[in-house]
């Protein structure tokens, strides 16, 4: 069955540190990878996505992720967290059993507080 | 550009009474179209999926229905709402050709009471 795993409810970073959100999947075949944020009461936005190509994805407001295949990793990073940057953050994977749909399996979410 | 819209942003509604959620996308055609609740401000659950006028598929049995009733139109609908139906509803769209992310509304807070 296929699977987002987010190991961590919540992370906590100090302002200007390096930040780190984890997240592993399980598909079969190649993933579809995405990172999502969301603010209270709000939408989730879209930050990044990998497909195929590099490793490393740049994404929206310095936001980047590793897709590690062999460790089945696909985590989030940014060299130095701002208090904006507190949010709840989801992992999701393309259900490529759902062909065309494109219907996402999303994490549960872990929630990023930046302390200044 | 794309864009879309959700209404009404917040909603208190008592036990028992009729809902109608309405999602609209502008600046694309034929998306895929899709319903998530969010309870307890955490997990996602997809309730409906759309890939055209008048195709809805739901995921889990429940108290609610979809409808798309044109292209970049897609309502949230109960006859009789329960306390559990309670929680944050968003709408978000997909191109039907490419572009595997999915872009979200702003939601909508349902209160039931």
């Known amino acids: 069955a296929q699977s987002v795993a987010q190991p961590e409810d919540q992370v906590n970073v100090a302002e200007g540190n390096p930040l780190t959100v984890k997240c592993t999947y399980s598909?079969?075949?190649?993933?579809?990878l995405f990172w999502y944020v969301q603010y209270p009461n709000r939408g989730l936005q879209f930050l990044l996505k990998?497909?195929?190509?590099?490793?490393l994805v740049k994404g929206s407001y310095g936001f980047e992720a590793e897709f590690n295949k062999s460790q089945t990793s696909f985590h989030l990073k940014k060299p130095s967290a701002l208090v904006s940057d507190s949010a709840l953050y989801f992992c999701a994977v393309r259900d490529i059993e759902g062909g065309a749909t494109n219907k996402l399996i999303f994490g549960t979410g872990t929630l990023l507080a930046v302390q200044p | 550009s794309q864009t879309i819209h959700q209404w009404p942003a917040t909603l208190v509604q008592p036990v028992g009474s009729p809902l109608s959620l309405e999602c609209t996308v502008e600046g694309t055609s034929n998306p895929n179209l899709y319903w998530y609740r969010q309870a307890a401000g955490r997990g996602l659950q997809l309730l409906f999926y759309?890939?055209?006028?008048?195709?809805i598929s739901s995921e889990v049995p429940q108290n609610l229905s979809a409808s798309r009733p044109q292209d970049r139109q897609f309502i949230l609908s109960s006859k009789k709402l329960l306390l559990s139906d309670s929680g944050f509803y968003l709408c978000?769209?997909?191109?039907?050709?490419?572009?595997?992310?999915?872009?979200f509304g702003p939601g909508t807070r349902l209160t039931v009471t």
């Open positions: 990998y497909i195929t190509g590099d490793n």
């Open positions: 978000a769209w997909n191109p039907d050709r490419g572009g595997y992310e999915q872009y």
């Open positions: 759309s890939v055209g006028i008048g195709q």
């Open positions: 598909v079969s075949g190649n993933p579809y």
